[in-house]
């Protein structure tokens, strides 16, 4: 067992305003260890995006402790890179910009450092030859490719991804599954993965969180072992198929308390 | 090709029912000239030399008044779409005389600047002033609130985010702005020059009109609109120089 890189104690979050009061989060834990890949997986409104929000930095907890590195996470910081849903590039910059924008603050990196190292990330997200063409002449998977590459650039121990391919076709969506399978086994970073989609958190995850709505908790806690070779076929295998079949029940758990008892 | 064959037959039109009624004595000369008097008009004004110190004169007075007013507006703009203490500031005062005709301010700017150009730059100021903040601010807030957390989540602080993220993602909005209020700011220069100047276009005008010297009133009208079209040409080139990022078609791969 490695240390932990995060570890989120007791989490809730509660919204509230004159008409209503709304549990979004209750007693979240858990704990992401070095190199590892984490995802949350539940139906909509189940509070994984706030979760994930809460660790970006960019909401705060009601209550509760969340510590990055042992220290306590108060702001938005670089050692947590973020992909959102909608890939939120900067129309006005090439691609190579909105990468190396990221390094804005890198005061001591020059110019052409930047740049080479944005060639570098895009080249190593697939988009190289594209380095000089604007987001609008994008589609939609090279778009968070950029914004995989703009996330990867400030090499973050931990990297956020907020249901990344949810915007994206069937095809293109499998493509960008096995494109962070193959950069994770090179950059080593950890990664918190938010998504609706089962085949992908188990495909991609050593550790599945399964949430449920109403207050948002997490139900179920699966841990997979699937052989690190991955490849798509690896989605027919009969560990892999368990492993969903295991999660899908508890999502019909789910949907059967939640139905009316009357 | 198609679309500026058509945009030309609108003017043909007007001008071909101008020729009609004026040419064929459907209406007299005193109320409308015929369009060969107001050529006629044109080209003493230009052998005079007045008709090209008219268009600069009031072209500078709109161009210092408008910057001027620009200059303040654009950063009081940006804080009000910014922050909401900065709009709670602002918001109650300039609302409040934005709604003040500025019109009515012509009286009371006379007697404070005479009939200098200072006059014309205060009006033009006090009209367009107020309306480009508003609107500034308008298009401040219409950047999508996941670009700004990008900015945040890349640990650039408030003012960085603005300055780097905002501004420039709300720009060609303000630069819309920029050439509608561009339009209204003509509208309080004629009417500053209408009233009290000594030169400029809407002061030829207001001549024109005590010697029923219809052919000179239509020509000022007519360079107004001229010069109005122009402009406008100009600032869409400016935009499509300056944001070519907004026109790119998709490549696919």
Same mark, same amino acid.
């Given at each position: 067992m490695n240390e932990h890189l995060l570890t989120a104690v007791k #989490? %809730?979050?509660? *919204?509230? %305003? +004159?008409?209503?009061? *709304?549990t979004a989060l209750k007693d979240i834990g858990l704990n992401i260890g070095n190199h590892e890949f984490v995802s949350l997986l539940g139906p909509s409104g189940c509070g994984k995006s706030t979760f994930l929000r809460l660790v970006a930095g960019l909401d705060k907890a009601t209550s509760g402790t969340m510590k990055m590195n042992g220290q306590t996470i108060e702001k938005p910081g670089r050692n947590r890179g973020v992909v959102f849903q909608q890939y939120s590039l900067l129309p006005w910059l090439l691609a190579w910009q909105n990468v190396a924008f990221a390094l804005k603050k890198e005061k001591d990196m020059? %110019?052409?450092? +930047?740049?080479d190292l944005a060639y570098h990330f895009l080249d190593l997200v697939g988009l190289k030859g594209f380095e000089e063409i604007y987001p609008s002449q994008m589609s939609g998977g090279m778009q968070q490719r950029v914004a995989i590459a703009r996330a990867l650039v400030i090499k973050p121990p931990l990297l956020l991804m907020d249901e990344p391919f949810g915007a994206l076709d069937a095809q293109t969506r499998r493509d960008m599954q096995d494109l962070l399978v193959s950069i994770f086994k090179e950059t080593r970073s950890s990664v918190l993965f938010v998504t609706h989609d089962v085949d992908e958190a188990v495909y991609l995850s050593d550790r599945v969180y399964v949430m449920s709505a109403n207050p948002g908790r997490i139900a179920k806690q699966i841990d997979i072992h699937l052989s690190d070779e991955k490849d798509w076929s690896i989605q027919l295998s009969e560990p892999f198929i368990n492993y969903k079949k295991e999660i899908l029940m508890e999502l019909k758990r789910q949907k059967d308390d939640m139905r009316p008892s009357e | 090709m198609r679309? +500026?064959? #058509? !945009?030309? !037959?609108? #003017?043909l039109i007007v001008l071909a029912i101008w020729s009609f009624v004026t040419y064929g004595g459907l209406v007299g000369n005193l109320f409308l000239p015929t369009p060969t008097a107001v050529v006629l008009e044109a080209r003493k004004q230009i052998a005079e030399g007045v008709f090209f110190t008219d268009i600069w004169v009031s072209f500078y007075r709109i161009l210092i008044g408008f910057l001027l007013a620009t200059l303040f507006a654009l950063p009081i703009g940006v804080m009000m779409g910014t !922050?909401?203490?900065?709009?709670?500031?602002w918001e109650p005062l300039v609302g409040f005389v934005r709604y003040m005709p500025v019109v009515a301010f012509i009286p009371l700017s006379i007697l404070w600047f005479g009939t200098s150009d200072m006059q014309k730059f205060f009006i033009i100021f006090f009209g367009v002033f107020f309306q480009q903040v508003i609107m500034i601010a308008d298009n401040c807030k219409t950047v999508k609130k996941s670009v700004l957390e990008v900015g945040l989540t890349l640990g650039l602080n408030r003012f960085e985010v603005i300055k780097d993220i905002v501004v420039k993602a709300a720009m060609p909005n303000i630069w819309d702005t920029m050439r509608t209020v561009w339009g209204w700011a003509w509208t309080y220069l004629v009417v500053a020059e209408l009233v009290a100047a000594t030169s400029g276009l809407g002061f030829r005008i207001m001549q024109a009109q005590r010697y029923l010297s219809t052919e000179t009133i239509i020509l000022g009208i007519l360079t107004i609109g001229m010069l109005g079209l122009i402009t406008d040409i100009i600032f869409g080139l400016l935009a499509k120089c300056m944001f070519p990022w907004n026109e790119k078609e998709k490549i696919n791969n």
């Open positions: #989490i %809730n979050k509660v *919204f509230e %305003n +004159k008409q209503r009061h *709304f020059s %110019n052409t450092e +930047k740049k | 679309f +500026k064959v #058509i !945009s030309v !037959s609108g #003017i !922050s909401k203490t900065w709009k709670a500031f």
